[in-house]
T-cell receptor, first 115, second 114 residues
Framework: DTGVSQDPRHKITKRGQNVTFRCDPISEHNRLYWYRQTLGQGPEFLTYFQNEAQLEKSRLLSDRFSAERPKGSFSTLEIQRTEQGDSAMYLC?????????????FGPGTRLTVT | AQTVTQSQPEMSVQEAETVTLSCTYDTSESNYYLFWYKQPPSRQMILVIRQEAYKQQNATENRFSVNFQKAAKSFSLKISDSQLGDTAMYFCALNSGGYQKVTFGTGTKLQVIP
C-alpha cells in the first residue's frame, strides 16, 4: 500500500535561498493538492492540479511560489527567495477525480524552517 | 466562501471514557462533505470519518461517530472507549460542492489520560 509520499521531510534553509519540495501522489489519483500548515493552525489550501493542469491557486500563493505537475504524476513546489514567514509544514494530498474527489489523502508533509 | 469553527482548542479524557469534539461550519452550497481528520504528534493527517450532507444518517466508524445537525450546521465527533493512541490534533474539515479545496478548522488537541 503506497500512500502519498513527500520529500524531503525536513528542510532548513537560510533566508533568501530557494527550496523545492516533491510530492508523489497515490498512483491512480489524478488530483493533487498543496496545503500549508503553520503551528497550531489547520492546513490552508495553496493550489490544486487535475492531471498536469493547475486549476486553482490561493491568494496565499505569492509570486515567489510556483508549483508544477509535469506529466500529471509527481508535483514540485518551489519557493524562491525564502522568508522567515515561509516557515511551516507543507502538506500534499491527492484524490480521485469525479465523484470521489472530495476525499483527500495526505502525505507526511515537509517541514520548512527558514533561519 | 466556506468556514469551519472549532471552539475547543484543547480537551482531555480518561482512557476508556467518551469524549465529544465540537465543530460548526458555514457554506452556501447544498451539496458538501464534512470530515474529521486526526493528526498525531509528528505524524501525518489521517481521515477518521466523513459525512455526506445529503445523508441524514450519522456516520459511524468503529469507536468514532458523528452527530450531524444540518440545520444548525453542526458536526461533532464522538470518540467512545478512548485509547491512548487517540491522543492527537483533530481537525474538522469541509468540502463544498464546486470547491476542490478542503477548508479546515483550527483543530482540537485531544489528550487521553491513562
Amino acid at each position: 500500500d503506497t500512500g502519498v509520499s513527500q520529500d524531503p521531510r525536513h528542510k532548513i534553509t537560510k533566508r533568501g535561498q530557494n527550496v523545492t519540495f516533491r510530492c508523489d501522489p497515490i498512483s491512480e489519483h489524478n488530483r493533487l493538492y498543496w496545503y500549508r500548515q503553520t503551528l497550531g493552525q489547520g492546513p490552508e489550501f495553496l493550489t490544486y492540479f487535475q492531471n498536469e493542469a493547475q486549476l486553482e491557486k490561493s491568494r496565499l500563493l505569492s509570486d515567489r511560489f510556483s508549483a508544477e505537475r509535469p506529466k500529471g504524476s509527481f508535483s514540485t513546489l518551489e519557493i524562491q527567495r525564502t522568508e522567515q514567514g515561509d516557515s511551516a509544514m507543507y502538506l500534499c494530498a491527492s484524490s480521485l477525480g469525479g465523484g470521489r474527489s472530495y476525499e483527500q489523502y495526505f502525505g507526511p508533509g515537509t517541514r520548512l524552517t527558514v533561519t | 466562501a466556506q468556514t469551519v469553527t472549532q471552539s475547543q482548542p484543547e480537551m482531555s479524557v480518561q482512557e476508556a471514557e467518551t469524549v465529544t469534539l465540537s465543530c460548526t461550519y458555514d457554506t452556501s452550497e447544498s451539496n458538501y462533505y464534512l470530515f474529521w481528520y486526526k493528526q498525531p504528534p509528528s505524524r501525518q493527517m489521517i481521515l477518521v470519518i466523513r459525512q455526506e450532507a445529503y445523508k441524514q444518517q450519522n456516520a459511524t466508524e468503529n469507536r468514532f461517530s458523528v452527530n450531524f445537525q444540518k440545520a444548525a450546521k453542526s458536526f461533532s465527533l464522538k470518540i467512545s472507549d478512548s485509547q491512548l493512541g487517540d491522543t492527537a490534533m483533530y481537525f474538522c474539515a469541509l468540502n463544498s460542492g464546486g470547491y476542490q479545496k478542503v477548508t479546515f478548522g483550527t483543530g482540537t488537541k485531544l489528550q487521553v489520560i491513562p
